[in-house]
C-alpha cells in the first residue's frame, strides 16, 4: 500500500481555500451585476457562510485526527453552529437580501471541491 503524502492533501486543501474565495468574489461581482444589490449581498453573505463552515469542518477534522480529543472541541462547534444559524436567521428574516442569492453562496465550496476533483482527474498522472 502506498503511503500517504501529507503535503498533497495539504496542497489540495489549500486549492479548496483559494477556490472557495475565487468563485465566492466571482459570484458575488455576477449577483451584483446581474440583479442588483440585493442579490450580490446575498451571494456574498452565502459564500461567506460557506467559507466559514469549510473552515470549521476543516479545524474539527484536524481536531480528530489530534491524539486527545477534548470536549471543548464538539461545544465549540455546536456553539459555532448555534451562533452561525442564528446570525442567518435574523439577517435573512429582516434584510432585504435576497434569499435564493444566499442559498445558491452557500454551495460555493461544494463547487470548490467539484473543481478540485476535476483538476486531480486531469491531472493524476502528472
Known amino acids: ?3 500517504v503524502d501529507e503535503a ?3 496542497r489540495a486543501l489549500e486549492r479548496i481555500r483559494k477556490l472557495t474565495l475565487a468563485l465566492g468574489a466571482g459570484g458575488t ?3 451584483l451585476a446581474w440583479r442588483g444589490w440585493t442579490w450580490g449581498a446575498g451571494f456574498a453573505f452565502g459564500a461567506l457562510i460557506s467559507w466559514l463552515n469549510y473552515r470549521w469542518l476543516k479545524q474539527i477534522a484536524d481536531a480528530l485526527g489530534a491524539k486527545a ?3 471543548r472541541v464538539a461545544v465549540k462547534a455546536a456553539l459555532r453552529y448555534l451562533l452561525l444559524g442564528g446570525g442567518a436567521y435574523v439577517i435573512l428574516r429582516f434584510s432585504k437580501i435576497s434569499k435564493l442569492a444566499a442559498v445558491a453562496g452557500l454551495f460555493i465550496a461544494a463547487a470548490a471541491v467539484i473543481v478540485e476533483i476535476v483538476f486531480e482527474l486531469i491531472y493524476a498522472g502528472n
Open 1 to 3: 500500500m502506498a503511503e
Open 8 to 10: 498533497f492533501f495539504e
Open 29 to 31: 461581482l455576477a449577483a
Open 69 to 71: 480529543v477534548r470536549k
